[in-house]
Structures are given as structure tokens and as C-alpha cells.
């Protein structure tokens, strides 16, 4: 039998990065004997805040840095309401005397171009305080060569030219994946060896597509021109995604962190745009990281036939100045998320000019020496609206201040919009480390269709105890999102589900002491998969993940081709959606499969099982024995057997089959046997067993449930066994799951 069972009972963990820059924060613990410390560690408080980091640059009435101000003489409002300052850094970079010196990179992990340069002595970490954090973003995805050639150039003269002992560079590239080509380091020969490993290769080619319509494109001798709207939406949320990938990368470390992206633009589709870019800008803020975007296109001529290297355009718009405002408006529109990402994270957008000089000389400005404020909000609410931050001084000396306007705080579950929530359970699904916040048991179970697909059934199980209710009218109701996936070898998607469960019911307090169960199935070839499901209840956004590997076996390897035995205590009245090729749905009723493998004494244990290809011979008159009814019971029966007598067949099938329960190795009870004499689904070559096995004359305990599966033609045998547990009837007999709380589809 296949069917499988995991209890997930781990703690839950945040998987926040992929880049290894965060070894910079690490700081030398203060030293305690493992005694004093294994005393402190039961009566440790945790508590969970954020704090909010502003930079502040001060300047005088003649434009020179001020160096000399103390936490009382600043004052923090957020939204108008005042903050208490929790803490206070001055950066002094300008003054930090470290020419001449050498520091190894923080992790070693730079590519295998900056490994050529000439090795030094590494020690393990690297202080950041009084450094220039310099991260250089280098987005080949949509690069010209000629582009390629100005950034890496430009980011060479500076480091030749510009680069101070205090700066400290890391270099991030994008193309068909980004990667970290240099961690943290101030020797210049690495950097100049990465930079140099940069050729016309790098770009990629994910430029924007078309929109559909032909006038003002670009000549191709197409009859067709296809619309790349959603390829383009695509393109660019992968580019927000990876700057915010990087900036959470460098979150634990608190001194202002400046990013240097090299891009051609980033062109939105309407809003659908704007979470990845709101996402990218709020983890900026949070991880103090100003952005500083450079447009490598330069100064663009845009004349109205096209440029040089493009072929002619389609149309009018070419002689009506249309496409020189499309051009215009494109080229605006590429700029525009740019100048956003500056101007909310503190940085500065360098646009149309052909010099790139610029960038690094402001970055150098703007962290030559500046203050760091934190504070905690005195706004609790997760509603992820902007909060506006306001800087004061009580010295009349400093006409300027220079921080940011504001930051996006955080948005819990209650507060996020549809599209966030679903992209909540397609991070889950992507994330290498499961959620464990709500209980979820599953089982499978495989029937064959034919000889290449086989129908494989998962049940997914909630304890009603981890559902919260709210009463509305006359009934408690809760609804449930699932969501799973199938990878076939654990890499390529086979299958895929989405659902959402509305539970409804006259008294919560029925469910908390059932389960509720979903019930889907995939069709799958044989092999090995990857199953992976979340789910999570809608009333506090607590989720919990369940994922193992299956076999499908190919039956036409074995002597004795069976299906996995299905065990249950409850049967259903089969709806519209269930019915069809699931194997569980017969005669106007569907077997809901026992996850647990938990019964209790005044249940009946159904069993449903399929042989397949049988061998026929010639078989004489069965014994009495294999005559007798399929249980000892009123109630027991068998689809596919007999219960009388058979005559001489000519060429019939023989198969028997039976139940047994061992309890320490000993069998304390087994059934009379089924003989089945001929086919019940001609159509899948399969003969269909269902039993119907009363438990009350079983004891309290745990037992290892054994099946007889017997070809008595072919002389083929199976004996599948499982483990489970018979407790003591209950008061009241058991119900089934909460109305509505049993949902089956079919994938």
C-alpha cells in the first residue's frame, strides 16, 4: 500500500535571503561561562519590534557638514506624532584613516574571476562602521552590448580614480539568474577582475515585446504581431524582485547601505506593476538602502524613422511625428519607475547624459558623514500605509536637513488585498522551508486507468481545533485556501491545485472535535513525484504546509497488480464533481480515506481496494469455505466476489482475498475469505473489492492491519500491512466531517 501519512510538528522558520552578504553583521558576542549563560537562557523575554532607521545629513548656512549633534538635539515625528529616539549613530566616514591598508572580502565568495587575483590573509568578519556600503547592480537582462561596455567602463574609471580606502564594493550581476560576483572588499584589483570578466555575453536579450499592433513596430516581414503585454509585466516585476532580494540580503546590517543600478529602464503595464515595486522600496527602507538608478542608454537621439539599427516602420507614424511621442512617452515611462525607486529610498536618478561619473561622486557625497536615528512607531496598526517622517533640530545654526519623506509600513493578514494574500500562498509553495503554523495530515493512494496513467487520490486532513469560526446569523463559518503542486522528480510541475473551502455549520463546536478533509486527485504516468500543498484558514492567516515524495508504480513490472488499499470509517453521498473516473465513487456513494488510521470500537472499517489483469484458467467448484459471506456480519459484502456457490467456469478468474489483525506479533483476529470469479470493470481490467468490517469485537490498542491478496490462477500473492489504532467508542456516535468541510476535485 502507498498511502502515506506526515505529521508536520516543526517550528516554524523565515527563509529571508539567498545572497551571503549577511556575515558583515556580525558582531563579537560578549564573553559569558556556559554556566551563567545556561542560568540566563529559561528567564529570557523575547519580544518581536521593528525599528525604524532614518539617515539624517545636516548641513550649515554655508553648506559644510555638521558632526557635532547629539540625540536630545533631534526630534522624529511620524504622521505628526512624536517619537522616542531609541537610538543614535554617527557615521564619519571622510575622517576614516585607512589608506595603505588591505581587507579581505567578508564570506570568499566571489566568483572565480575575482579568485584569480593574488591571495591575502581572510580573516572571518569585516567592521562596517565608518564605511561606505557600495553595492554595484549590474542588470544585463535588457542590455545593448554598447551598454554593457559604458557601465562596466564607467564603474572601472571610478574605481581607478574615485575609490576611497573607506569604500567598501560588492558587485550583484542580472541576467538569466542573478548571482553575487564579489562580496564586500576595498581591494581594488578584485573589483577591476570582476569588472573585467564582463563581455557583450552578459546581456540576455529580455527587452520588452510588442503590444499587439503593428503601426509604429519595427518591420520584420511578419504577417503577425503578437502581444507581449503579460511577457512584459513578467520582465519587469523579475527585475524589482531581484533588487528586493538584494536589499533584504543586507538588512541586518545598520549603516546606510547605497545601490548603484546600472539598468536601461524598467517599463510598468499599468498597476500591475505596482506591488513589486511598492515590495522594493519598502524592503529598501526597512534595510536602510538608498537607490541610485543610472540610465547606461545615455543621451538618446530618437529620430522619427527609427534608429539606425533598427528596420523601417510600419505605418504612418513615422511621417506624422507619432512615433517620436511614442518614443518620448516610452522612454519617460521607463524612467519613471526609476526616479520612484530613488526618490523613496533617498537616492538620486541620473538620466540623459552620456557622462556616468555623477552616480558615484553623489553616493560618495551622501555618505561622507550622516546620522542615524531609530525609533520604534508609535503606530501599531499593520495597515501598510505610508507613515510620513518628519526631522527637526532645536539649533537655528542648520538651515538643512536631508533624510527621506516617509516609509510604507508593514501589512499584516486582516489588512492585505486579494492579490497579496495570493501571493502569500505562492511564496509558501516556492519556499524551501515549511509552515507549521496549522496541523496537516495527508495520505495517498494510487488505482490504475490504464497501462501509462494512473489516478492518484490525496486526502488532505485540518483537526477542526485549528479552525477559528465567527458566527454569522444562524451559523458558524470559516473558509480554507489550498493550494499544491506535483513535480514530477522533484523539478518539473505535472499538476497543479487552487481552492477555497467555505465551511458552514450549525455549531463550531461540533467541527473542533472532527477533522475537516479536502479530497483532489492528479492523473500521473508512473515515477516519482514531489507532492506539496498549503493550506491556510482566512480568519488570522495561519498556514501549514504538507509535502513527501510518491512512487507510482509501473504494475506491469509486478506478478500481482493491485492498487493501494483504501481504509475508512465513513461513507458519503457522492456530488456532481465527484463522480466520473474516481475509482471512490460508486453506486451513488463516495469512500472518504481514513488519514489517521485511527478508528474506534463502534465504527465499521471500510476497505476498498482493485486487482488488475487477473489470470484466467479453468477452475473447478470453489470449497465451502470460499463460498462463505465476505465478513461475519449482516452488513459484509463484496463487489467483484461471490457470496454463493459458483458452477464450473471455463477460463474464469480466481482471486481471494482476506483481512487479518496481529497485535504483538500474534494474530488475534482474521476474516472469512472472499473468492472473486469475474471481472467487475472490464474497461480497467480491474476487479473491485470493497469490505465492510464491524470493529466492535476488537479491543482498545494498537494493531498492524494485514490484507491477503491471492491470484489462486497465476499463483501471484501481495500482503500489505499498515499500522493502526482502535480506541473506545465514544458517547455518542461519531459524525462526519462539518457540511461543507468535504470537498473532492478532480486534477
Same mark, same amino acid.
Given at each position: 500500500?502507498?498511502?502515506?501519512?506526515?505529521?508536520?510538528?516543526?517550528?516554524?522558520?523565515?527563509?529571508?535571503?539567498?545572497?551571503?552578504?549577511?556575515?558583515?553583521?556580525?558582531?563579537?558576542?560578549?564573553?559569558?561561562?556556559?554556566?551563567?549563560?545556561?542560568?540566563?537562557?529559561?528567564?529570557?523575554?523575547?519580544?518581536?519590534?521593528?525599528?525604524?532607521?532614518?539617515?539624517?545629513?545636516?548641513?550649515?548656512?554655508?553648506?559644510?557638514?555638521?558632526?557635532?549633534?547629539?540625540?536630545?538635539?533631534?526630534?522624529?515625528?511620524?504622521?505628526?506624532?512624536?517619537?522616542?529616539?531609541?537610538?543614535?549613530?554617527?557615521?564619519?566616514?571622510?575622517?576614516?584613516?585607512?589608506?595603505?591598508?588591505?581587507?579581505?572580502?567578508?564570506?570568499?565568495?566571489?566568483?572565480?574571476?575575482?579568485?584569480?587575483?593574488?591571495?591575502?590573509?581572510?580573516?572571518?568578519?569585516?567592521?562596517? #562602521?565608518?564605511?561606505?556600503?557600495?553595492?554595484?547592480?549590474?542588470?544585463?537582462?535588457?542590455?545593448?552590448?554598447?551598454?554593457?561596455?559604458? @557601465?562596466?567602463?564607467?564603474?572601472?574609471?571610478?574605481? *581607478?580614480?574615485?575609490?576611497?580606502? @573607506?569604500?567598501?564594493?560588492?558587485?550583484?550581476?542580472?541576467?538569466?539568474?542573478?548571482?553575487?560576483?564579489?562580496?564586500?572588499?576595498?581591494?581594488?584589483?578584485?573589483?577591476?577582475?570582476?569588472?573585467? @570578466?564582463?563581455?557583450?555575453?552578459?546581456?540576455?536579450?529580455?527587452?520588452?515585446?510588442?503590444?499587439?499592433?503593428?503601426?509604429?513596430?519595427?518591420?520584420?516581414?511578419?504577417?503577425?504581431?503578437?502581444?507581449?503585454?503579460?511577457?512584459?509585466?513578467?520582465?519587469?516585476?523579475?527585475?524589482?524582485?531581484?533588487?528586493?532580494?538584494?536589499?533584504?540580503?543586507?538588512?541586518?546590517?545598520?549603516?546606510?547601505?547605497?545601490?548603484?543600478?546600472?539598468?536601461?529602464?524598467?517599463?510598468?503595464?499599468?498597476?500591475?506593476?505596482?506591488?513589486?515595486? #511598492?515590495?522594493?522600496?519598502?524592503?529598501?527602507?526597512?534595510?536602510?538602502?538608498?537607490?541610485?538608478?543610472?540610465?547606461?542608454?545615455?543621451?538618446?537621439?530618437?529620430?522619427?524613422?527609427?534608429?539606425?539599427?533598427?528596420?523601417?516602420?510600419?505605418?504612418?507614424?513615422?511621417?506624422?511625428?507619432?512615433?517620436?511621442?511614442?518614443?518620448?512617452?516610452?522612454?519617460?515611462? =521607463?524612467?519613471?519607475?526609476?526616479?520612484?525607486?530613488?526618490?523613496?529610498?533617498?537616492?538620486?536618478?541620473?538620466?540623459?547624459? *552620456?557622462?556616468?561619473?555623477?552616480?558615484?561622486?553623489?553616493?560618495?557625497?551622501?555618505?561622507?558623514?550622516?546620522?542615524?536615528?531609530?525609533?520604534?512607531?508609535?503606530?501599531?496598526?499593520?495597515?501598510?500605509?505610508?507613515?510620513?517622517?518628519?526631522?527637526?533640530?532645536?539649533?537655528?545654526?542648520?538651515?538643512?536637513?536631508?533624510?527621506?519623506?516617509?516609509?510604507?509600513?508593514?501589512? /499584516? $493578514?486582516?489588512?492585505?488585498?486579494?492579490?497579496?494574500?495570493?501571493?502569500?500562498?505562492?511564496?509558501?509553495?516556492?519556499? /524551501?522551508?515549511?509552515?507549521?503554523?496549522?496541523?496537516?495530515?495527508?495520505?495517498?493512494?494510487?488505482?490504475?486507468? /490504464?497501462?501509462?496513467?494512473? $489516478?492518484?487520490?490525496? =486526502?488532505?486532513?485540518?483537526?477542526?481545533?485549528?479552525?477559528?469560526?465567527? &458566527?454569522?446569523?444562524?451559523?458558524?463559518?470559516?473558509?480554507?485556501?489550498?493550494?499544491?503542486?506535483?513535480?514530477?522528480?522533484?523539478?518539473?510541475?505535472?499538476?497543479?491545485?487552487?481552492?477555497?473551502? !467555505?465551511? @458552514?455549520?450549525?455549531?463550531?463546536?461540533?467541527?473542533?472535535?472532527?477533522?475537516?478533509?479536502?479530497?483532489?486527485?492528479?492523473?500521473?504516468?508512473?515515477? =516519482?513525484?514531489?507532492?506539496?500543498?498549503?493550506?491556510?484558514?482566512?480568519?488570522?492567516? #495561519?498556514?501549514?504546509?504538507?509535502?513527501?515524495?510518491?512512487?507510482?508504480?509501473?504494475? #506491469? !513490472?509486478?506478478?500481482?497488480?493491485?492498487?493501494?488499499?483504501?481504509?475508512?470509517?465513513?461513507?458519503?453521498?457522492?456530488?456532481? !464533481?465527484?463522480?466520473?473516473? *474516481?475509482?471512490?465513487?460508486?453506486?451513488?456513494?463516495?469512500?472518504?480515506?481514513?488519514?489517521?488510521?485511527?478508528?474506534?470500537?463502534?465504527?465499521?472499517?471500510?476497505?476498498?481496494?482493485?486487482?488488475?489483469?487477473?489470470?484466467?484458467?479453468?477452475?473447478? &467448484?470453489?470449497?465451502?469455505?470460499?463460498?462463505?459471506?465476505?465478513?461475519? =456480519?449482516?452488513?459484509?459484502?463484496?463487489?467483484?466476489?461471490?457470496?454463493?456457490?459458483?458452477?464450473? &467456469?471455463?477460463?474464469?478468474?480466481?482471486?481471494?482475498?482476506?483481512?487479518?489483525?496481529?497485535?504483538?506479533?500474534?494474530?488475534?483476529?482474521?476474516?472469512?475469505?472472499?473468492?472473486?470469479?469475474?471481472?467487475?470493470?472490464?474497461?480497467?481490467?480491474?476487479?473491485?473489492?470493497?469490505?465492510?468490517?464491524?470493529?466492535?469485537?476488537?479491543?482498545?490498542?494498537?494493531?498492524?492491519?494485514?490484507?491477503?491478496?491471492?491470484?489462486?490462477?497465476?499463483?501471484?500473492?501481495?500482503?500489505?500491512?499498515?499500522?493502526?489504532?482502535?480506541? /473506545?467508542?465514544?458517547?455518542?456516535?461519531?459524525?462526519?466531517?462539518?457540511?461543507?468541510?468535504?470537498?473532492?476535485?478532480?486534477?
Amino acid at each position: 500500500m502507498s498511502t502515506r501519512r506526515v505529521l508536520a510538528i516543526a517550528s516554524a522558520v523565515a527563509l529571508m535571503l539567498e545572497l551571503p552578504f549577511a556575515s558583515l553583521a556580525q558582531q563579537a558576542p560578549a564573553q559569558r561561562s556556559p554556566a551563567a549563560a545556561a542560568a540566563q537562557a529559561p528567564q529570557a523575554i523575547r519580544a518581536t519590534t521593528e525599528l525604524v532607521l532614518v539617515n539624517v545629513v545636516a548641513r550649515d548656512k554655508k553648506g559644510n557638514l555638521v558632526r557635532d549633534l547629539k540625540r536630545e538635539d533631534f526630534t522624529v515625528l511620524e504622521d505628526g506624532q512624536k517619537q522616542q529616539v531609541s537610538s543614535f549613530d554617527f557615521e564619519n566616514i571622510d575622517e576614516l584613516a585607512l589608506a595603505g591598508q588591505s581587507t579581505p572580502t567578508t564570506t570568499g565568495t566571489e566568483n572565480a574571476a575575482a579568485a584569480a587575483a593574488p591571495a591575502v590573509k581572510q580573516q572571518a568578519t569585516i567592521d562596517a #562602521r565608518d564605511r561606505r556600503l557600495i553595492l554595484l547592480f549590474f542588470d544585463f537582462s535588457a542590455m545593448e552590448v554598447d551598454q554593457i561596455d559604458r @557601465a562596466v567602463d564607467s564603474a572601472k574609471k571610478y574605481v *581607478n580614480a574615485k575609490m576611497q580606502p @573607506a569604500d567598501l564594493i560588492a558587485i550583484v550581476s542580472l541576467s538569466t539568474n542573478m548571482r553575487l560576483d564579489l562580496d564586500f572588499t576595498d581591494d581594488k584589483k578584485k573589483v577591476l577582475s570582476v569588472l573585467s @570578466a564582463y563581455n557583450s555575453d552578459s546581456g540576455q536579450g529580455f527587452d520588452n515585446g510588442a503590444t499587439g499592433s503593428s503601426e509604429g513596430a519595427a518591420e520584420t516581414s511578419g504577417a503577425f504581431t503578437a502581444d507581449d503585454t503579460d511577457y512584459n509585466t513578467f520582465s519587469a516585476d523579475r527585475k524589482l524582485l531581484a533588487l528586493q532580494s538584494i536589499i533584504q540580503a543586507v538588512g541586518k546590517l545598520p549603516q546606510k547601505k547605497s545601490l548603484i543600478y546600472f539598468s536601461n529602464g524598467i517599463s510598468q503595464s499599468g498597476v500591475d506593476n505596482q506591488s513589486a515595486l #511598492r515590495a522594493a522600496t519598502a524592503a529598501a527602507v526597512k534595510a536602510n538602502v538608498a537607490i541610485y538608478p543610472l540610465d547606461v542608454r545615455g543621451l538618446q537621439a530618437l529620430p522619427g524613422g527609427g534608429e539606425a539599427q533598427n528596420a523601417s516602420l510600419h505605418g504612418q507614424s513615422a511621417y506624422s511625428g507619432a512615433s517620436v511621442l511614442n518614443d518620448l512617452n516610452s522612454n519617460a515611462a =521607463s524612467q519613471e519607475t526609476l526616479s520612484t525607486l530613488a526618490a523613496d529610498t533617498g537616492g538620486k536618478a541620473f538620466f540623459d547624459s *552620456n557622462d556616468f561619473s555623477g552616480v558615484f561622486s553623489q553616493v560618495q557625497k551622501d555618505t561622507s558623514a550622516y546620522y542615524i536615528l531609530g525609533y520604534s512607531s508609535s503606530n501599531y496598526a499593520k495597515d501598510g500605509r505610508f507613515r510620513h517622517i518628519k526631522v527637526l533640530l532645536n539649533r537655528p545654526d542648520i538651515i538643512k536637513l536631508e533624510y527621506r519623506a516617509g516609509y510604507y509600513a508593514g501589512r /499584516d $493578514f486582516e489588512h492585505s488585498n486579494h492579490t497579496d494574500r495570493e501571493q502569500q500562498i505562492q511564496d509558501e509553495l516556492a519556499s /524551501d522551508m515549511p509552515a507549521t503554523d496549522v496541523a496537516v495530515y495527508a495520505g495517498t493512494a494510487y488505482f490504475r486507468r /490504464d497501462d501509462s496513467h494512473y $489516478f492518484l487520490a490525496v =486526502s488532505l486532513l485540518v483537526p477542526g481545533s485549528q479552525i477559528p469560526f465567527v &458566527q454569522e446569523k444562524d451559523k458558524d463559518s470559516a473558509t480554507l485556501d489550498i493550494a499544491g503542486e506535483v513535480l514530477e522528480g522533484s523539478k518539473f510541475p505535472v499538476g497543479h491545485l487552487r481552492d477555497t473551502v !467555505k465551511l @458552514a455549520v450549525d455549531s463550531s463546536k461540533q467541527v473542533r472535535r472532527k477533522n475537516v478533509q479536502y479530497n483532489t486527485s492528479f492523473l500521473l504516468a508512473p515515477g =516519482s513525484y514531489h507532492l506539496k500543498f498549503v493550506v491556510r484558514e482566512n480568519r488570522t492567516g #495561519r498556514m501549514g504546509t504538507f509535502e513527501t515524495d510518491v512512487q507510482v508504480p509501473d504494475l #506491469r !513490472k509486478v506478478p500481482l497488480r493491485s492498487s493501494s488499499v483504501v481504509l475508512s470509517s465513513l461513507r458519503v453521498p457522492a456530488t456532481g !464533481k465527484n463522480k466520473g473516473n *474516481n475509482p471512490l465513487v460508486g453506486d451513488q456513494t463516495e469512500l472518504v480515506p481514513n488519514v489517521t488510521h485511527v478508528f474506534t470500537q463502534d465504527q465499521h472499517m471500510y476497505l476498498q481496494f482493485e486487482v488488475y489483469d487477473a489470470a484466467k484458467g479453468k477452475n473447478a &467448484q470453489p470449497a465451502a469455505a470460499d463460498a462463505a459471506p465476505a465478513i461475519d =456480519s449482516p452488513t459484509g459484502k463484496n463487489q467483484g466476489g461471490t457470496d454463493s456457490p459458483v458452477k464450473n &467456469q471455463r477460463e474464469s478468474i480466481r482471486v481471494l482475498t482476506s483481512v487479518e489483525f496481529l497485535q504483538n506479533n500474534l494474530k488475534v483476529y482474521e476474516s472469512k475469505p472472499i473468492v472473486a470469479t469475474e471481472v467487475t470493470i472490464p474497461q480497467r481490467k480491474a476487479v473491485v473489492f470493497q469490505l465492510d468490517l464491524p470493529l466492535q469485537s476488537l479491543k482498545p490498542g494498537f494493531y498492524t492491519c494485514q490484507v491477503n491478496i491471492i491470484d489462486d490462477v497465476s499463483g501471484n500473492y501481495a500482503f500489505p500491512r499498515w499500522a493502526m489504532l482502535i480506541k /473506545d467508542a465514544v458517547a455518542a456516535p461519531a459524525a462526519p466531517p462539518a457540511a461543507g468541510a468535504s470537498s473532492s476535485s478532480s486534477k
